[in-house]
């Protein structure tokens, strides 16, 4: 059979350029360091800035490199793994997790939230909202909104303050104080709004993942929490019951 026209087709300059300053930053950089500037770069390996640019974006892109305001271009920490499957049985908020908590406030649940917990979008009441971050090497990589009905915490303490820090870790109390069930989680790819951005040190519209999960005691949904990944420094992992859905 004949060569078909795309293999036929010479690799871009720019993809081999890629390949080189991958096996650099291997070996010639450290985690965090910042790279030279593009001049010099471009120097180096002997080619256009232009060139030097594209190869530099397709590695960003694939999580090697981070692009931070005011710092430069700098040598990305390895990708932290996302747990997607529903065999880790923990509230959030446990001991283990690595999520901090920024903030809390009582809020109207957006229509599709509403859904999920079983509310009447056009009736639902206003839920105890939870912001919190996730950082790994000092770096921000995500960012959730966790939805908490006054339900699920009727023992919550009327003296804890009405907002902030303090309020968020006390409604993730007396969350656990709940049997959990069980948990569903949905992943897709999304694109980063206003605020998530700004948290992340993204550009909005900047490629994310968007995890929602749905945590259940006494039969019904206690709590969802919506998870925003950045899809450059994050990977998916899968537990050993390969519980992967793919949905039609």
């Given at each position: 059979?004949?060569?078909?026209?795309?293999?036929?087709?010479?690799?871009?300059?720019?993809?081999?350029?890629k390949?080189?300053?991958?096996?650099?930053?291997?070996?010639?950089?450290?985690?965090?360091?910042?790279?030279p500037?593009?001049?010099?770069?471009?120097?180096?390996?002997?080619?256009?800035?232009?060139t030097?640019?594209?190869?530099?974006?397709?590695?960003?892109l694939?999580?090697?490199?981070?692009?931070?305001?005011?710092?430069?271009?700098?040598?990305?920490?390895?990708?932290?793994?996302?747990?997607?499957s529903?065999?880790?049985?923990q509230?959030?908020?446990?001991?283990?997790?690595?999520?901090?908590?920024?903030?809390?406030?009582?809020?109207?649940?957006?229509?599709?939230?509403?859904?999920?917990l079983?509310?009447?979008?056009?009736?639902a009441?206003?839920?105890?909202?939870?912001?919190?971050?996730?950082?790994?090497?000092?770096?921000?990589?995500a960012?959730?909104?966790?939805?908490?009905?006054?339900s699920?915490?009727?023992?919550?303490?009327?003296?804890?303050?009405p907002?902030?820090?303090?309020?968020?870790?006390?409604?993730?109390?007396?969350?656990?104080?709940?049997?959990?069930?069980?948990?569903?989680?949905?992943?897709?790819?999304?694109?980063?709004?206003?605020?998530?951005?700004?948290?992340?040190?993204?550009?909005?519209?900047?490629?994310?993942?968007?995890?929602?999960?749905?945590?259940?005691?006494?039969?019904?949904?206690?709590?969802?929490?919506?998870?925003?990944?950045?899809?450059?420094?994050?990977?998916?992992?899968?537990?050993?019951?390969?519980?992967?859905?793919?949905?039609?």
């Open positions: 059979m004949g060569t078909t026209q795309l293999e036929s087709v010479p690799e871009p300059k720019y993809w081999h350029l390949t080189v300053i991958g096996e650099a930053l291997d070996t010639d950089f450290a985690v965090g360091e910042i790279l500037n593009e001049r010099d770069l471009a120097a180096r390996f002997g080619v256009a800035r232009a030097l640019r594209q190869a530099l974006e397709q590695l960003e694939e999580g090697r490199l981070q692009r931070r305001r005011g710092v430069g271009t700098t040598v990305a920490p390895p990708r932290v793994g996302v747990d997607v529903t065999t880790q049985h509230w959030p908020g446990a001991t283990e997790d690595n999520w901090r908590a920024q903030d809390c406030a009582t809020a109207d649940v957006p229509a599709a939230v509403a859904r999920l079983d509310l009447d979008p056009a009736a009441p206003p839920v105890h909202t939870v912001r919190r971050i996730r950082l790994t090497h000092g770096q921000p990589v960012a959730e909104q966790l939805y908490v009905p006054a699920s915490v009727p023992a919550l303490p009327a003296i804890e303050a907002s902030g820090p303090a309020r968020a870790r006390a409604v993730l109390r007396e969350l656990q104080r709940l049997t959990l069930e069980g948990q569903d989680r949905a992943v897709e790819l999304g694109s980063a709004r206003a605020d998530d951005a700004r948290e992340l040190d993204r550009l909005p519209g900047s490629p994310v993942l968007v995890v929602t999960t749905r945590y259940l005691s006494a039969g019904r949904t206690a709590a969802v929490s919506l998870g925003t990944y950045r899809a450059d420094t994050c990977r998916l992992t899968f537990g050993d019951a390969g519980d992967l859905q793919i949905a039609s």
